[in-house]
């Protein structure tokens, strides 16, 4: 080749040029391709943890529910419990009577009502032939109130240790124990 071959010369120095552009563009290509490589690498690892992110918020999800629904019950159960409780405390402060017999003199003998609520329709259960009269139909005592009734004892009709009287609110008998008769 000569040096007047100058579109021989340009042509060599153009395809050199090429070749460059070529080996450059060839690099970044395989860097590009890497980076695309490793970019899908990493979008598949971050789906992959976002799979797992949804999984641990499903289980977080229903780890929260039992707790809420323990919470539920563990409230309820307390509720329940403090309900009783008051309904025992106010059973407990109710206004109850509280029946005594107690010797006044000789023959006589005193029914009184120690406690803060009324006794109504105090009926005697046992049949008591030491008594002079009979026990008064629908007898009632209010809280302090006392009523008087007579026994006499004899060899027959002892006068008994204990009277079982019940009342409204009272079914069961209550045993009142009769004190001995002084002089």
């Avoid at 046992?126 to 139909?137: K, R």
Wanted: negative net charge.
């Amino acid at each position: 080749m000569d040096m007047g071959d100058v579109p021989a010369w340009a042509a060599l120095v153009v395809s050199v040029g090429a070749v460059a552009v070529s080996l450059k563009a060839r690099s970044d290509g395989s860097r590009a391709a890497d980076a695309a490589g490793k970019s899908v690498i990493e979008a598949k690892r971050s789906a992959d943890a976002s799979e797992l992110a949804v999984v641990e918020a499903r289980r977080s999800s229903d780890a929260a529910e039992r707790s809420a629904a323990v919470a539920e019950e563990t409230l309820a159960d307390q509720r329940r419990e403090a309900a009783e409780r008051r309904a025992a405390e106010a059973e407990a402060n109710r206004p109850r009577a509280v029946l005594r017999i107690e010797h006044a003199n000789k023959a006589m003998w005193h029914l009184t009502n120690y406690g803060t609520g009324p006794a109504e329709n105090i009926v005697c259960v046992d049949e008591v032939e030491a008594m002079i009269e009979d026990w008064p139909i629908g007898l009632s005592l209010p809280p302090g109130e006392v009523h008087d009734f007579m026994m006499v004892g004899s060899m027959q009709a002892s006068i008994p240790s204990v009277l079982r009287v019940k009342w409204d609110g009272q079914d069961e008998p209550v045993p009142l124990r009769v004190p001995p008769r002084i002089g």
